[in-house]
């Protein structure tokens, strides 16, 4: 039986959910998983009952696994941002917790002792926030000199902060509210689409179009800056790789300068553009976006089905790895999810391989996309 499991307050609500939504994706720096639940307003209840900034919610689903058996998929979980009722429906709309960090601390927040690690800073100063941020840390931890946050400093600048110390660190917030940040190589469950799939939509990945790539190397003796950072002050090095064929076809579509201190060498750094635009040209037609019935597939879990629209119409097989997804329950639609799966990240094999494709990618997706028109 599918069916919603919602909580609010503290409070289960599911017998009076008409619909939900959810929709979220693992770039949770800069876009929170954004939810929202209809009640039946009968007789006015839900009126004035909610605080928004206050109150939290968990959004579940009870639909089947990719073997068929009964399953509940956790979806989303976070604060209400505003709340509408009339007299029909209440119609409740919210964010996951990242969306609520951009509070600042409650209290100046200082290490005891010299050499704190990334794990140790995250976790405490998550659990100044409330409701309290679980903390997943499975990556590279480092070793900081001592290190202190004033109380004017948020949430979400810690946790920028601390990530930037840690090359390739992928990083969001799960369906259960847990603040995740892993090591590039790290996976959740392998899950199959097969018997699932009831749209098998292909599409361009934008990202794959950038065919000029340009990477700054440093020729000081030290290392100046994070790796990424620009420094005027550094005497640069530049390797560049071009595209000719993508560039007579769809014009210059020009990537991020990238800024890599450790890059010692023209050589180096025309070796790492050359990789770059290499694995650009790799993902051209990498993204896929299929609905599937019944499941929500976890963000960054690996997945894999038979699309019946490859290329040339022929069938492909594809795997690949969850980066958004948007959950819809309704009683019109019942419980369906489309998914954007990018066979892409299962190249990645190295955090430091990761850092260097997400700093050209991060900006330079969305810069293009109206730049490209398909053949």
């Not at 989303?76 to 007299?87: E, P, Y």
């Not at 990789?275 to 894999?304: C, H, I, Q, W």
């Not at 069938?315 to 998914?339: A, H, P």
Request: proline residues 5%.
């Amino acid at each position: 039986m599918i069916k919603p499991i919602i909580t609010i307050a503290g409070t289960y609500y599911s017998k009076f959910c008409t619909e939900f939504t959810a929709d979220g994706s693992i770039n949770t720096r800069s876009e929170a998983t954004k939810a929202k639940i209809v009640l039946a307003n009968i007789n006015r209840k839900f009126d004035d009952m909610f605080t928004p900034q206050k109150d939290s919610f968990t959004i579940q689903a009870q639909g089947i696994d990719e073997n068929g058996a009964e399953y509940i998929w956790p979806i989303a979980k976070g604060i209400i941002s505003d709340v509408v009722c009339d007299q029909d429906w209440c119609t409740i709309n919210g964010t996951c917790l990242i969306g609520d960090l951009a509070d600042a601390l409650p209290i100046h927040w200082s290490s005891n002792r010299q050499k704190v690690k990334i794990s140790e800073i995250l976790t405490s100063v998550m659990a100044l926030h409330d409701p309290i941020v679980e903390v997943d840390y499975q990556a590279h931890d480092p070793d900081l000199e001592q290190k202190q946050f004033d109380a004017c400093t948020t949430f979400q600048e810690v946790i920028n902060y601390c990530v930037s110390q840690v090359n390739g660190a992928v990083v969001f917030v799960d369906e259960t509210g847990h603040l995740h940040i892993w090591d590039s190589t790290k996976r959740r469950p392998t899950i199959n689409l097969d018997h699932h799939v009831v749209e098998q939509n292909t599409s361009k990945s934008v990202m794959g179009y950038i065919n000029i790539v340009s990477v700054h190397g440093d020729l000081s003796e030290a290392t100046t800056g994070d790796p990424g950072s620009e420094n005027s002050s550094m005497p640069q090095i530049q390797g560049k790789a071009i595209d000719a064929v993508s560039i007579a076809k769809y014009g210059e579509l020009i990537g991020p300068d990238i800024y890599l201190p450790n890059i010692k060498s023209e050589p180096e750094a025309q070796k790492q553009a050359d990789e770059l635009l290499e694995f650009l040209k790799l993902n051209r037609d990498g993204l896929t976006s299929p609905t599937v019935v019944g499941m929500a597939p976890y963000l960054t879990s690996l997945v894999t089905y038979h699309c019946k629209n490859g290329p040339e119409g022929d069938e492909v097989f594809v795997e690949g790895v969850v980066t958004r997804k948007k959950v819809n329950f309704s009683g019109e639609s019942g419980f369906t999810t489309s998914l954007e799966i990018a066979p892409h990240m299962l190249a990645v094999s190295t955090p430091e391989a990761l850092a260097i494709q997400l700093e050209a990618l991060e900006e330079a997706a969305e810069s293009n996309l109206e730049t490209i028109e398909e053949p």
